[in-house]
């Protein structure tokens, strides 16, 4: 069918028809239909996704990159799915509202059953390994928690040998997702150990099992509960203070460490810093000064990217940025916003950056 | 008239003051852009999806002549909206910022025979970097007319108002190859192997194009191969036609200056706009003409602000119009037939041999600019 369309029109036409008569059909790119939504705990929402045959699947722990439309404007941030992959490919995502935010207020306040929302590959590597036995050790704090509980739901799906802790910061009790299934897992399977941390609820509302409130994860309290650090294989997930935390506390004491954070890297305030830039087509990391527009950096190292007027007028020097936050030099203004569009010969980095190069 | 009565010359110092309100001006639109844009562009990518189907389905009624006609012209409309005021623009990158893939700058292929790939170094690179600049814009008459003075007289030019119809007709397949070298290569500068290198990518753009066009849509019409395959012919000549006048018109009227390389030294960003200014002439009319020429119908504008959404020029105008009067700048706009009549008029006045006026000079204290013509 596509071999006998292809000589008489376009993918983004077919798309443009397609959406006509069923808003997920596509040539080839990954969309998927909001099925259904629920709240999950006070300032988060589950949003279970139907996609179509596009979407190749995920393995529990890993992350998808969603994109919605928002005020004329493709938004892409990363989520991670938080079921398991099952017969009928859904994806259930849990998204926690951030004060300001522009996907998560749009995925929370303004989706609705029916609406469309495209996806990208899954990638991550926090993920169970073939032989999945000995003992680990979760560590997650807010939303860092979506990928932990894929693994969580996958372990006790498979009935997996070895044991499994879970440590689960969040301010409030209103604001824990999942707490009902996890004390009712943690009772019933004595494998699986759970503490859930509250650092904004005193002692006064005691009450839930396994619950400490108060409680801040540092290394005297990890060597209380978790005895034998260095017997376990930890991931940690959440903020990039927590994520930063985690690995100074058990980063170097464990088997083996792996973290991932969902907020970027600080900004390099300092024109006279450097960063790190991530190539990712052609796979090589620079580590370039800040303070020059990427394009002359760039070419500093050697690495030739195609340009013309290295004036922001041509476009040719565009390239995808995945990740990372650049300034305009004529304008002074700022972009924090990952998988746009960036001229590179004039923008500079102020941070980390991946680029589509 | 001459240019120095269109045109003071400025100071640097007001040069920089000229550049500066114009960054202002930009400033202030880039500000405004968003939903508005997107829904636009949006509405005018439906309005080419929804004339092209519209088109391609009454020829397959072209038996009856006015379904030809009618399917005809629709077709050509979409082919024109397509190439103008989607594909031109999108390929600016003035949607980029909406991070929708089908609207990318960088990747959007359009309905023309020519690839994005060699316009994105032709048109948005060259042309627009190096506006009217002799030996550095292959724009200034696409190295077969001679449209300016400036550009040497050969006996072969004696022949130039039947080329130039010609050329009209066939404006795609020019576009499509003006940047395969072929020059270089009869000239024995370039091997056959690095040209066929260079024209792998525009043979198969040419290939889809002309099996789309004309093998695969009319085959499907069955029994109705030939109306299909005519109507197909006519709607991508007028789309031909419409663009050379709309292009032509931008460039080539009677007050448009070409520029030597030597004011490239040391340009500084005031000294840019006003080449662009010079260089470019619009084109007074009406709403519908505006997206019918892809707003090129504002070339000034999208000369100074390639990047912004083009359908910001009509709104920016005023103020540009305005500030070049404040600096003494000629602001060369004029309706549809007054510019085209100068394009052709320059067509057959420098098919025959003709001298250049005094070179256009641009600034007062910049002796480069000055250069001998
Ligand atoms: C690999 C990966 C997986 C992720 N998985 C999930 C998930 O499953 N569920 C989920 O809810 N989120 C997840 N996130 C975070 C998510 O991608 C967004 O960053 C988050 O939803 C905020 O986006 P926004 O557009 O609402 O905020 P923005 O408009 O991007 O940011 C607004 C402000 O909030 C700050 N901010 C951004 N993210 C956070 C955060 N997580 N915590 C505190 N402040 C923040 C920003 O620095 C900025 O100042 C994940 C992130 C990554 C990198
Ligand atoms: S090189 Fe022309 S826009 Fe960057």
């Known amino acids: 069918m596509r071999r006998l369309l292809n000589p008489l029109i376009a993918p983004d036409v077919f798309d443009f028809w397609a959406s006509k008569v069923n808003s997920t059909w596509s040539w080839e790119r990954p969309l998927a239909r909001i099925v259904a939504r629920r709240p999950e705990a006070h300032g988060a929402v589950t949003l279970v996704l139907q996609p179509n045959r596009h979407f190749a699947g995920f393995v529990p722990g890993q992350h998808i990159n969603v994109t919605a439309e928002i005020d004329g404007v493709r938004v892409t941030r990363s989520y991670s799915p938080t079921n398991i992959p099952a017969a009928d490919r859904r994806v259930e995502l849990t998204v926690k509202q951030i004060d300001g935010g522009r996907m998560s207020t749009h995925l929370i306040g303004h989706t609705q059953v029916g609406d469309v929302l495209e996806l990208g590959p899954a990638f991550g590597e926090m993920t169970w390994p073939e032989a999945a036995d000995g003992r680990w050790l979760l560590l997650a704090a807010g939303s860092g928690i979506t990928p932990m509980m894929s693994l969580v739901r996958a372990w006790a799906a498979a009935c997996m040998p070895g044991e499994l802790t879970l440590v689960y910061t969040a301010r409030t009790q209103a604001e824990l997702c999942f707490a009902a299934e996890l004390r009712e897992l943690a009772a019933r399977e004595p494998r699986f150990h759970l503490h859930l941390l509250l650092t904004r609820e005193s002692d006064a509302f005691a009450g839930a099992p396994y619950t400490e409130r108060g409680g801040r994860l540092d290394a005297d309290w990890l060597q209380q509960r978790v005895p034998e650090l260095a017997a376990h294989t930890v991931y940690a997930c959440g903020p990039a203070g927590f994520v930063d935390s985690a690995r100074q506390i058990a980063g170097n004491r464990a088997a083996r460490f792996h973290a991932e954070a969902f907020t970027p890297p600080a900004l390099v305030d300092d024109v006279a810093g450097t960063v790190r830039v991530e190539l990712r087509a052609s796979g090589r990391t620079l580590e370039l000064p800040a303070g020059q527009s990427l394009l002359a950096a760039l070419e500093a190292q050697g690495v030739h990217p195609a340009h013309g007027c290295r004036m922001g007028i041509c476009n040719t020097c565009a390239c995808g940025k995945l990740s990372g936050t650049t300034q305009d030099l004529n304008t002074g203004d700022r972009d924090a916003e990952p998988n746009s569009a960036l001229r590179i010969c004039v923008n500079r980095a102020c941070s980390d950056l991946t680029l589509d190069l | 008239m001459t240019q120095a009565k269109l045109n003071r010359p400025l100071s640097s110092e007001e040069l920089d003051r000229f550049g500066a309100e114009l960054d202002a001006l930009r400033a202030r639109t880039v500000a405004k852009v968003g939903d508005e844009d997107a829904r636009y562009i949006r509405r005018i990518v439906k309005a080419v999806r929804y004339t092209e189907a519209a088109g391609r389905a009454l020829l397959f009624a072209g038996l009856f002549p006015p379904a030809w006609i009618l399917g005809t012209l629709l077709l050509g409309l979409s082919k024109i909206l397509e190439n103008m005021e989607l594909g031109h623009n999108v390929i600016h990158g003035q949607y980029d910022w909406m991070n929708d893939p089908t609207l990318n700058g960088k990747t959007y292929e359009w309905d023309i025979v020519g690839t994005s790939e060699n316009w994105r170094k032709t048109h948005n690179y060259k042309h627009h970097t190096y506006t009217n600049i002799r030996g550095l814009d292959d724009d200034i008459g696409y190295g077969v007319l001679r449209i300016f003075p400036e550009q040497k007289w050969k006996p072969l030019y004696l022949a130039q108002p039947l080329f130039a119809v010609i050329f009209a007709l066939l404006f795609e397949w020019g576009v499509a190859i003006q940047d395969v070298r072929l020059g270089r290569w009869l000239k024995g500068k370039m091997s056959g192997a690095q040209l066929r290198k260079e024209f792998a990518p525009v043979g198969r753009k040419i290939r889809r194009q002309i099996i789309k066009d004309y093998v695969a849509f009319p085959l499907l019409a069955g029994p109705f191969f030939l109306p299909v395959l005519t109507g197909n012919i006519v709607a991508n000549i007028l789309r031909n036609l419409w663009t050379y006048m709309i292009i032509f018109c931008g460039h080539f009227t009677a007050d448009v200056e070409t520029f030597p390389k030597s004011v490239l030294r040391n340009e500084s960003r005031g000294h840019w706009y006003l080449r662009q200014l010079r260089g470019s002439s619009n084109i007074s009319g009406g709403t ?53 009549g100068q394009v052709v008029w320059r067509i057959l006045r420098h098919s025959l041999p003709s001298r250049p006026r005094r070179e256009a000079v641009l600034t007062v204290d910049a002796p480069q600019d000055a250069a001998v013509a």
């Not at chain 2, 707003?295 to 000369?303: F, G, M, V």
């Not at chain 2, 920016?316 to 700048?329: D, F, L, N």
């Open chain 2, 288 to 340: 519908l003409l505006h997206i019918m020429s892809g707003n090129l119908s504002h070339q000034i504008e999208h000369h100074m602000f390639p990047d912004l959404p083009a359908r910001r020029y009509a709104e920016m105008a005023p103020v540009v119009r305005e500030i070049c009067a404040r600096y003494g700048q000629n602001y060369n706009t004029g309706s549809l037939p007054r510019q085209f």
